[in-house]
């Protein structure tokens, strides 16, 4: 993606890589077992400090594809989209 490219570039809140580290991030989240999730509801994740927050990615994520064309932040949800359906499911 060409555009998610010029625009980490573009922004000044962004460097190269942001991006896909947000979506990395994101996918291991809500790929965790849901003990560990429950886990980091009801205390304190001690991961977000050195490894980063799932939940800013995803504000991240949110914000990029704002920013993106129509047709690049329709791809970018579709793959969003598949995480998020991840993490509802029971």
Same mark, same amino acid.
């Given at each position: ?7 980490? =570039?573009?922004?000044? =809140?962004?460097? *190269?890589? $942001? ?5 990395? %991030? ?5 790929? +965790? *077992? ?9 205390? $304190? $994740? ?7 927050? *799932?939940? &800013?990615?995803? &504000? %991240?994520?949110?914000?990029?594809? +704002? &920013? %993106?064309? *129509? ?13 998020? &359906? ?5």
């Amino acid at each position: 993606m060409s555009e998610i490219f010029r625009l980490e =570039h573009a922004r000044n =809140h962004l460097s *190269p890589g $942001d991006v896909s580290a947000a979506v990395r %991030l994101w996918q291991d989240y809500v790929h +965790r *077992p849901r003990r560990l999730l429950w886990q980091d509801y009801e205390g $304190d $994740d001690v991961h977000r400090y050195c490894c980063g927050d *799932p939940f &800013a990615a995803r &504000a %991240l994520l949110d914000t990029v594809m +704002r &920013a %993106l064309s *129509p047709r690049s932040a329709r791809r970018l949800r579709v793959v969003v989209g598949r995480l998020d &359906a991840v993490r509802e499911r029971p």
